[in-house]
């Protein structure tokens, strides 16, 4: 299956007042700029998407020297003041003809993460005569992904609502992923400044993502309930943490919602050996770095004295802490293990060194924080199950 993508790049950008394919977005490893055009082409390229193709109108001029500049194809709408849809066409009628699929991309929705187009991409193969539309929570956004059989009945088109329109009579099919940022486009100045705050959390989810992502993989009710749960106490003590450093003048250093998305997904290759790790490639893999470094560490880690207290810890204690969705101490989470492995020396031994560490940070935050983590723990999970009683 070939797949093409075209990014629509002709608007004339009025109320941005700049040309928004050529904007900086801070998208490149480590956080450095990159104009929000090299930053999709990263992105196809990364999913194995090779022909790019970008449509230029307004300010062709410097969209088509960018374009040349990353080896991307150009097609130039001759009436860009006609809309979106008339270059819509015009990338439709210039891909390649051995072409299956085409993403459909506007440049002014330059967030959407690599899951997304993997999502699309596996959709497409076991549906493959409807179009695909990526949407969060309901609501439809970007890019669809089209078959280039399509594309003569979309060109040919003549109603109303433009793309929309031109799709609304065509098999079609809403695919839910894990990524708000299909939603999130910038047409005005205020919309750049949020969506360059926004990139630096490309590669975390929130809550809501995280709990999308389970959904998508299957996880059943039993593991739903304990990372839940675990989200739950990590999020309450990251706070805990975080309103003791606000009192004591110092920065936060840690956010309370990935920590809560940290522990919803520590678990999320759970049942597969080595489930930490295999967590951690998962979430690479789906462009998600910060969350793999958060459930890939959860089953035991150290912290030097001199580092600070982070998501990552909290989500560690936060699972010592839940036997499903019960309170456990850390003597009876790793007493546990410690009858269960009482014939083999070797592996008791292991478990009192992790059983040591996970006492040694307790003990630092319970310094930290002015109270016992454990206590935040037992409180949180109590009303957590109180919760669940009244829904």
Do not use: W
């Amino acid at each position: 299956m070939k797949i093409c993508a075209v990014v629509l790049a002709a608007g004339q950008a009025s109320r941005m007042k700049a040309v928004k394919a050529l904007l900086p977005l801070p998208l490149l490893p480590g956080g450095r700029d990159c104009p929000a055009l090299e930053g999709l082409a990263r992105l196809y390229r990364e999913a194995g998407v090779r022909d790019i193709l970008v449509v230029s109108g307004h300010h062709a001029a410097e969209v088509e020297t960018a374009a040349r500049s990353l080896d991307l194809v150009t097609a130039r709408n001759p009436d860009p003041e006609q809309g979106m849809f008339s270059s819509v066409r015009v990338g439709l009628r210039a891909v390649a003809a051995d072409c299956d699929r085409v993403f459909v991309h506007p440049a002014d929705v330059p967030l959407v993460r690599p899951l997304t187009v993997r999502a699309l991409l596996e959709e497409a193969r076991a549906v493959p005569r409807a179009v695909l539309i990526p949407g969060f929570e309901g609501r439809e956004g970007h890019p669809p992904l089209l078959p280039a059989a399509f594309a003569k009945t979309i060109c040919n088109y003549q109603g109303g609502d433009g793309l929309r329109g031109a799709l609304a009579a065509l098999p079609r099919r809403l695919v839910e992923v894990a990524d708000s940022f299909v939603l999130e486009d910038m047409d005005r100045p205020e919309d750049y400044a949020r969506l360059r705050g926004l990139a630096a959390r490309r590669g975390a989810l929130a809550p809501a993502e995280a709990r999308r992502l389970l959904r998508e993989r299957g996880i059943p009710e039993k593991g739903l309930r304990h990372a839940e749960a675990v989200g739950a106490v990590a999020q309450g003590l990251a706070l805990a943490l975080q309103e003791s450093r606000a009192a004591q003048g110092s920065a936060p250093g840690i956010d309370p919602s990935l920590a809560l998305a940290g522990g919803l997904l520590h678990d999320i290759c759970k049942g597969q050996a080595g489930h930490e790790a295999a967590a951690g490639r998962l979430l690479r893999g789906l462009g998600l770095p910060v969350m793999a470094a958060l459930a890939v560490d959860h089953r035991d880690l150290s912290l030097p004295e001199g580092c600070p207290v982070g998501e990552r810890e909290v989500v560690y204690l936060a699972d010592k802490y839940c036997r499903g969705k019960e309170f456990v101490s850390l003597e009876q989470r790793f007493g546990q293990k410690l009858a269960l492995y009482a014939a083999d020396a070797e592996a008791c031994a292991a478990i009192r060194a992790r059983l040591g560490r996970a006492r040694t940070l307790e003990a630092r935050l319970a310094r930290e924080m002015g109270q016992e983590p454990a206590r935040i723990a037992r409180r949180v999970l109590a009303d957590l199950s109180g919760t669940e009683g009244r829904l």
